[in-house]
């Protein structure tokens, strides 16, 4: 079956094997990129809107630090002025990272949540991202009134049966997140 | 060998899953569900049969001090090619399966077929035996990941019919070796049998 090797057909081998599937991929990589950079901002634009309220116009990615990491937010502004942020926060879950994109009005409320990327057990910790009256409680959530701690840990969130340590960290995530937004003095409520 | 037991031999003979025990990772981190073992079976069996054809192609040129270099290289560009079309037009499978689709490449199953088979082999035939191969273990996945999600979420394909958690044990990785271990008996009882 196979050729008698020696140097000069083995470095033409491997070489045209390489020239010939780079010369592929990089064909439908062009090929797949407007696609994949369409569904990329779309879902971007889908986390963000889901996260703010409706109306007024939203401002291109910006940076900033959140829990210690370079992160970024958007700025929703109506009739000139900011009227609510989504902050992109990352923290490490059970399984990872978990990454969540944290809405919060100009008053310091949180108006709701939603996960980016998580590695989270499924059936477990996943269920942060299905489990309604975990997911619900998010809406209004005023740091300024409430503790932003699990039950577990004297605050006031519910976390997930069976799965505090998701909950915890999701609850930092959020945290992480208004305190960003403080540090930056988008909050005007103190 | 006739071309059709070509096809049929990976279902039970060679099933890759419960007899030859290959490509267990893949196997185990993914049938977290029917679905997700449907998908991650499919995603093998593109790739398997595109880099059988191609191997048993450049087979009799490759010359054999770098023939596994080049193997992995044309696996590694299916697989690459795969991630790139999946990310594009399914974006929905890629967010479950993403993680698992690179872990193609060093799938036991795929550089198996191509040293096993596919170098000695013409490309049609390769491809008959890539089919089936990639056909038995999409089968095994699909079974594997069904009784995992009726035992640990009690659903099917995400139809629930029983409300409330299951055994969640069965959704992480100790249930995942439990049931193949019980599903590996039941078929080396009952179908592998002589």
């Known amino acids: 079956m196979a050729v008698q090797s020696n140097l000069k057909n083995m470095f033409v081998c491997l070489f045209g094997t390489c020239l010939v599937c780079s010369a592929l991929l990089a064909g439908v990589y062009a090929m797949t990129k407007a696609p994949i950079d369409a569904t990329n901002a779309r879902l971007l634009k889908e986390a963000v809107g889901a996260v703010l309220p409706e109306g007024g116009e939203l401002s291109d990615a910006q940076t900033l630090e959140v829990g210690g990491q370079p992160s970024e937010y958007y700025v929703l502004n109506q ?9 992109k926060s990352t923290v490490v879950g059970f399984g990872g990272p978990l990454t969540l994109m944290v809405g919060v009005t100009a008053d310091g409320t949180v108006y709701n949540t939603s996960v980016l990327s998580h590695s989270e057990t499924p059936g477990l910790g996943a269920k942060c991202t299905t489990d309604e009256k975990f997911m619900a409680q998010w809406k209004g959530f005023n740091p300024a009134e409430k503790i932003l701690k699990v039950k577990k840990d004297n ?7 069976a799965s505090t340590i998701t909950s915890r960290a999701y609850t930092l995530a959020v945290e992480n997140a208004v305190n960003a937004l403080k540090s930056i003095g988008g909050l005007n409520n103190d | 060998m006739t071309k059709l037991q070509l096809i049929t031999k990976g ?6 899953t419960f007899v030859l025990l290959l490509g267990m990772c893949p196997t185990l981190a993914t049938t977290t569900s029917a679905i997700n073992g449907l998908s991650m079976g499919l995603a093998t069996l593109f790739v398997l049969v595109l880099a059988n054809m191609a191997i048993s192609a450049v087979a009799p040129v490759v010359p054999d001090k770098v023939h596994i270099p080049v193997y992995i290289v044309i696996i590694a560009t299916f697989v690459t090619l795969l991630q790139l079309l999946m990310q594009a037009f399914v974006p929905d499978i890629y967010a479950t399966l993403g993680l698992f689709i690179p872990l193609i490449v060093v799938n036991c199953i795929v550089l198996g077929r191509a040293e096993a088979f ?3 082999n013409t490309v049609l035939d390769s491809a008959l035996d890539g089919l089936g191969v990639g056909l038995g273990f999409t089968c095994s996945l699909t079974v594997l990941g069904i009784v995992r999600e009726i035992l640990g979420s009690g659903s099917v394909f995400g139809w629930k019919f029983i409300s ?10 100790p249930g995942a070796f439990l049931a193949l271990g019980y599903l590996m008996v039941l078929f080396n009882k009952f179908v592998a049998k002589k």
């Open chain 2, 118 to 120: 596919a170098n000695k």
């Open chain 2, 11 to 16: 279902f039970v003979k060679d099933n890759p």
């Open chain 1, 155 to 161: 605050g006031d969130v519910d976390a997930i049966t």
């Open chain 2, 164 to 173: 409330g958690d299951g055994m969640l044990a069965f959704v992480m990785a």
């Open chain 1, 79 to 87: 009739d000139g002025t900011p009227a609510a942020y989504a902050v």
